[in-house]
């Protein structure tokens, strides 16, 4: 009921969106002559304010071609190379990378699109051939399609690892971070050929045990069954996943607000001063990132609730209880993959503390190939996007794959 009751509601917003549409349209138009005036800027922007939160957005595009320097345009190549029921994997290559090693960039899965990380992307590939997890709308895909949880997300990453071979550079964003640790513990344990070469574990809750923070408490604050009877919802008819278990996006997208409810609050009213005095770089950039921050997909249900009792709750890797389909997950066995974790000073998500808590887990991997690095004056999303993300962790990270990588053996 809570998921139709939530479309029901989109509806009837529709005359609404038709309404905020229509005012910006007249009161933008310079042939109106209310336009020119106070009052009628103060209409187009809180028409436009509205409209930009009631707006129903779907996938957004990865929204780049080509990258501009000072001798020309260099063109990016998009292709699919593998196709899953919940997921596809894109490689993006560019002529700008001279020596270019093989990155995987897995995507948080936890309600934001892939697309999220657009300016991890548009960093690394001038420097690498990156693949990145694309992962998929859970109320898009068939009921027939099975079902999807935690050790089937591990199963992708190590098909993945499989399919683009040793010398692979491995980089988790976020809530990705223990199971990308996770499938190369595995790997590790079946002295697999395909281990790579590196993993970069980015402000992820490795062992969220170690600084807590408002998404940790949450999480210990209620039982399983909590979770699964309040937060989770059959899909709608309509939809192509009908009938599907999920934890919908919206209730996602609320929770990620909830945080931080008072910046986003201010973010609304600076936007709407902006439009009135006519600062165009200002409203572009608001756009821009509240038309990604709030696109939101659904998760699996079994997936969610895997992630909530043993990653947050039962805390199994850290605790040395995980087992992958019959087979114990020990990231001791690690030893010829090298690591480096990235946290952000400021991170309130995933707190400094629980990416490096890695290091300790993975005891049999020698001092050299250890690496934290923490990041001053950022949060959460500074760590992959951003100024800082361009000019000072991507740096970081390029450095520790130049020092490691592992040219595969003939």
């Known amino acids: 009921m809570l998921y139709t009751f939530f479309d029901m509601q989109s509806a009837a917003l529709g005359p609404m969106r038709a309404m905020t549409e229509l005012t910006k349209t007249y009161f933008n138009n310079p042939l109106f002559p209310m336009s020119q005036t106070h009052i009628g800027k103060m209409m187009a922007a809180s028409a436009d304010v509205i409209e930009g939160v009631i707006r129903h957005r779907g996938k957004p595009e990865w929204g780049f071609q080509a990258i501009q320097k000072d001798d020309g345009i260099h063109p990016i190549d ?16 560019c002529d700008l990378a001279k020596n270019p ?3 995987l960039l897995v995507a948080p899965m936890s309600g934001h699109f892939a697309t999220l990380l657009r300016g991890t992307v548009q960093t690394l590939v001038q420097d690498h051939e990156v693949y990145i997890t694309d992962w998929k709308d859970a ?27 040793p010398d692979l550079h491995v980089i988790a964003v976020c809530q990705p971070a223990p199971l990308v640790l996770a499938a190369v ?63 919908p996006g919206f209730l996602q997208l609320a929770a990620f607000i909830s945080m931080n409810s008072a910046r986003h609050v201010d973010a609304h009213m600076q936007h709407y001063n902006n439009l009135i005095v006519g600062d165009g770089d200002s409203t572009e950039s608001h756009n821009k990132f509240y038309d990604e921050y709030l ?40 030893k010829k993959t090298a690591l480096l974790t990235v946290e952000g000073e400021l991170d309130d998500i995933s707190a400094p503390g629980q990416t490096e808590a890695a290091h300790h887990m ?15 004056n950022v949060g959460h999303y500074g760590i992959f996007n951003g100024r800082k993300w361009r000019e000072s962790v991507s740096k970081v990270i390029n ?4 020092k490691h990588h592992r040219k595969p053996q003939n």
């Open 362 to 376: 993975c005891s049999s991997l020698v001092k050299s190939k250890h690496k934290n690095h923490v990041e001053k």
């Open 295 to 334: 696109s939101v997909m659904d998760v699996t249900a079994e997936f969610y609730l895997d992630t909530i009792e043993h990653v947050f709750q039962s805390r199994s890797l850290p605790n040395g209880t995980m087992d992958w389909k019959g087979q114990k997950v020990d990231p001791s066995k690690i």
């Open 185 to 247: 513990s595995i790997l590790a344990a079946n002295d697999d050929p395909d281990q790579p070469s590196t993993m970069t574990l980015m402000g992820g809750p490795v062992d969220p045990g170690a600084a807590e923070t408002e998404v940790t408490k949450l999480a210990d604050s209620k039982s399983l069954s909590w979770f699964k009877n309040n937060l989770t919802a059959s899909v709608p008819l309509h939809h192509e996943g009908s009938g599907r278990r999920v934890y």
């Open 399 to 402: 450095g520790f794959i130049e």
């Open 139 to 165: 109320s898009k895909v068939p009921e027939s399609d099975g079902s999807f949880g935690l050790e089937d997300y591990i199963q992708y990453l190590i098909d993945y690892m499989h399919l683009l071979g």
């Open 78 to 93: 998009l292709a699919r190379i593998d196709h899953k029921p919940f997921a596809d994997l894109i490689r993006f290559k």
């Open 101 to 103: 090693k093989k990155v």
